[in-house]
């Protein structure tokens, strides 16, 4: 199993309307990512919103990553994701983009793709129907190995099309593109993601134990894939969580019941709205729930938080392990100080990542290393 964060931009409350307080969160993030890189945490996943305010600030994640590729060694660097509906990002300009960040990080670019988060972030873009957004996406993926190989590139199709011969620059990094990810939601995107031959992008908010079946779906269908849309097939199942570790066990579980712990998530349950959310659940502005200590073990219990020391956090990813997750990620900071933050990272990436992550090389180097 693999390990990364993703980050966001994440500036709730007045601080969203603070420039101050907005810009601090955009270069303390960055630190994350730098402290990541340090010690062993192979990736971290850049999202990408648009008008989703205290969610996430993080609008020009290209240029977030181009500044990162720079200030990292190793790890790897992905979009979360970029949109490939023609209407939001025309297909040229992903591709353009997507390569010259693979050629910044010397290889280290994961192309995750997507559809956008909800129907006010894809209405930015005048997308009224976000469901439009399905056929869209269909036909762009499958245009990309083209787009990145071709020297004469043409395409009539239903979405976009490029009426006369162009070389699209650069090229990617050496021989072949970066992988190819989706954001998956419904056991049916899984499925399609695997017979696809692309990544899983599980941005998901549920306990592990609730995934099984999106998980299933896509090892089934990546089992039966004959003719991935990429050059290679990669196989790799990425899920979400949030993850207190600290040497400290109470100062662990204090920490995780703090009155805003679950903000970000009333704002989740705002913005996506197509999500399916649990029963509930409550939506910004409601007030969030917030987690008594006599619930912090149940919480544990049921695979919806990691929290402990780095010998518990050790016995709850068995968890993950056996539900067939290949890469674990966590949200920086949710709502942890920077110093937090910055504990956090060294001590999961010193003492809990080299019990199950023991190979130097990324899963997805390996693969398109297969390719060339």
């Known amino acids: 199993m693999e390990f990364g964060i993703f980050i966001q931009g994440y500036v709730p409350g007045a601080g969203a309307h603070d420039p101050e307080r907005e810009h601090a969160a955009i270069m303390n993030e960055a630190e994350y990512v730098v402290v990541a890189d340090r010690n062993n945490w192979k990736y971290v996943w850049v999202t990408e919103h648009h008008a989703l305010t205290e969610y ?14 720079h200030a990292t060694k190793r790890i790897h660097l992905g979009s979360g994701i970029f949109n490939l509906s023609p209407r939001a ?3 040229v300009r992903n591709v353009e983009r997507a390569a010259m960040l693979d050629h910044l990080s010397e290889g280290r670019f994961e192309f995750g793709t997507g559809r ?9 873009f005048n997308i009224h129907d976000i469901n439009s957004t399905k056929a869209e996406w269909d036909e762009v993926i499958r245009e990309l190995p083209r787009m990145f190989r071709e020297k004469f590139y043409t395409f009539k199709g239903e979405h976009f099309s490029i009426d006369k011969p162009h070389n699209l620059l650069p090229k990617p990094y050496r021989s072949s593109h970066p992988p190819f990810w989706v954001a998956c ?6 499925a399609k993601a ?10 998901n908010f549920s306990p592990i134990h609730e995934m099984k079946p999106q998980i299933g779906a896509y090892k089934e269908g ?48 705002l913005y996506h709205d197509t999500f399916p959310k649990p029963a509930g659940a409550p939506v910004w502005p409601e007030p969030p729930l917030r987690l008594l200590p006599e619930h912090v073990q149940p919480a544990i219990d049921r695979g919806a938080l990691l929290c402990g020391t780095p010998e518990d956090i050790c016995e709850q990813i068995e968890a993950y392990r056996r539900t067939g997750v290949d890469q674990l990620v966590f949200g920086m900071p949710s709502n942890l100080s920077r ?34």
Do not use: W
């Open 56 to 69: 996430s600030h993080i609008s020009a994640s290209d240029v977030y990553m181009g500044y990162l590729a």
């Open 222 to 269: 990546i089992a039966t894939c004959r003719e991935p849309v990429g050059e290679y097939i990669n196989d790799n199942v990425m899920v979400t969580n949030s993850v207190i570790c600290f040497r400290d066990r109470e100062r662990a579980r204090a920490a995780a019941t703090r009155p805003d712990r679950n903000y970000l998530f009333s704002l989740v349950c």
């Open 89 to 91: 990002n025309h297909p």
């Open 194 to 203: 695997g017979k696809m031959g692309i990544g899983a992008l599980g941005f």
């Open 116 to 124: 956008g988060a909800g129907s006010h972030e894809v209405g930015t």
């Open 185 to 190: 939601g419904n056991p049916a995107t899984f």
């Open 339 to 372: 110093d937090e933050v910055l504990e956090c990272l060294e001590t999961f990436g010193q003492k809990v990542i080299p019990e199950f992550d023991k190979n130097p090389l990324h899963s997805t180097t390996r693969y398109r290393q297969s390719a060339a």
